[in-house]
């Protein structure tokens, strides 16, 4: 009789490399081992994981570029939305997440498995993001999770490897780097306490870079298209080249503070200089060519995408109506964003837009308005107090009637 099959989620760490021997091992699954490069693998290190999940006994190993879809499903409307939780961290592993287990899901029904699993601790957010996921794609799956099951610790897992006969290099390294298209996470002993930030040697971008650099962004409808004479076919394109521009500087580390979806408070360090200097400037853009009321809406409605897109919701079908609404509002969000940078800060210069709507043929702010006259600003005053006024009024009649 053949063995069952199991799918699994690969990164390449300690905890899925225990899950590789541990599944074909002690419960005699056949494994198939896969990897999805969000933007985290060179093509060399894509090699590495391939000859490491062969080594520890998968009986194959798949791996997955999901650059673009990432971008064109995901990314492009944290982008539209100016989504930073809390107003800080741009959902670098979030929502890369759970585009990883939607091609985990899908790869698991190509090979038609019996089980999907994955290497996720009991104690974070990616388990729910996995679990919802292959929940909602995969439901005739059993779910596999040895690591989290058995709450074993980093020495359990070498032991256990080492007795089977698997000598790899598993010296721990004092930080877990995540890096990805949108940003690099970082954790380490500084990010389990309240008080203490992050040292310098623990961002893997070293600040190299002293002297201010002026860089202008083009956007088109939104989206990051050009940087200074270079225009991109591909907005990842772009998103590269900027990180790899700004991120010797230092630009856009962070620690961010925030509810797990599991209820517990988190804390973990990044670095995400391109996400951070896109959103920011595309939100510049935004303040000259949106009206009040789309900028209003629209900050609403992408709190809640991003905070659905963190909890792993994205298959939600609001996801959908909402990215509708975003997508929209960026038709007239098209011109250039003037940016100086620095070690470890950057500045908003200015923007230039044909749909720029701070426009001096009809007034130039606190100076001379062109399109109305004194006393239609002093009747718009008088109309729009009105309201304001007569519950004043009617207040104060009665505090002296009684």
């Known amino acids: 009789m053949s063995k ?10 300690l905890d899925t490399s225990y899950c590789v021997k541990y599944l074909s091992q002690d419960l005699d699954l056949e494994v198939h081992t896969v990897t999805v490069n969000t933007g985290g693998f ?27 879809e990432y971008y064109a499903k995901g990314l492009r409307y944290l982008i539209f939305g100016n989504v930073l939780r809390n107003g800080t961290y741009p959902l670098s592993v979030s929502a890369e997440r759970v585009f990883q287990a939607i091609a985990i899901a899908e790869y698991a029904r190509q090979i038609q498995a019996d089980f999907i699993a994955h290497g996720s601790t009991g104690a974070g957010n990616d388990q729910i993001r996995f679990d919802m996921v292959f929940n909602i794609l995969t439901p005739d799956l059993e779910i596999l999770t040895p690591v989290r099951e058995q709450k074993l610790t980093r020495e359990q897992e070498i032991e256990y490897l080492k007795k089977h006969g698997v000598e790899l290099d598993w010296k721990q390294t004092e930080y877990s780097i995540n890096q990805g298209l949108w940003g690099t996470s970082v954790g380490g002993k500084e990010t389990l306490r309240s008080d203490m ?18 860089l202008t ?14 225009r991109f076919q591909n907005p990842v394109e772009a998103i590269k080249a900027l990180n790899a521009m700004a991120a010797p500087f230092g630009i856009g580390r962070d620690i961010h503070v925030g509810d797990t979806i599991i209820g517990i408070k ?8 391109a996400p951070i200097l896109i959103i920011k400037a595309h939100q510049a853009l935004e303040k000259h060519v949106l009206t009040k009321w789309q900028i209003y809406w629209k900050d609403q409605l992408s709190n ?3 905070m659905l897109m963190h909890e792993g919701q994205y298959l939600e079908p609001v996801m959908r109506d909402i990215e509708v609404f975003l997508e929209h509002s960026q038709q007239s969000v098209t011109g250039k964003v003037f940016l100086r940078l ?20 009809f007034a130039s702010y606190g100076e001379i308005n062109r399109a109305w006259t004194a006393e239609d600003a002093k009747g718009f005053a008088k109309l729009l107090a009105n309201q304001t006024r007569i519950y004043h009024a009617v207040h104060q009649n009665q505090e002296e009637n009684s």
């Open 266 to 273: 988190g804390r973990v360090g990044f670095e995400a200089a």
């Open 342 to 361: 620095h070690p470890y800060r950057f500045e908003i210069l200015g923007i230039e837009s044909p749909f720029d709507l701070m426009d001096a043929q």
């Open 304 to 306: 809640w995408y991003g």
């Open 42 to 68: 060179s093509s060399d290190e894509e090699k590495s994981l391939s000859d490491r999940a062969k080594l520890l006994g998968a009986a194959s190993h798949k791996t997955i570029n999901i650059e673009n």
């Open 4 to 13: 069952k099959k199991v799918a699994l989620a690969f990164s390449g760490g």
């Open 197 to 214: 930030p992050l040292p310098e040697e623990a961002y893997p971008t070293k600040v190299s870079k002293s002297e201010p650099e002026n």
């Open 217 to 230: 962004l083009h956007f088109e409808k939104g989206e990051c298209v050009g940087i200074n004479e270079i």
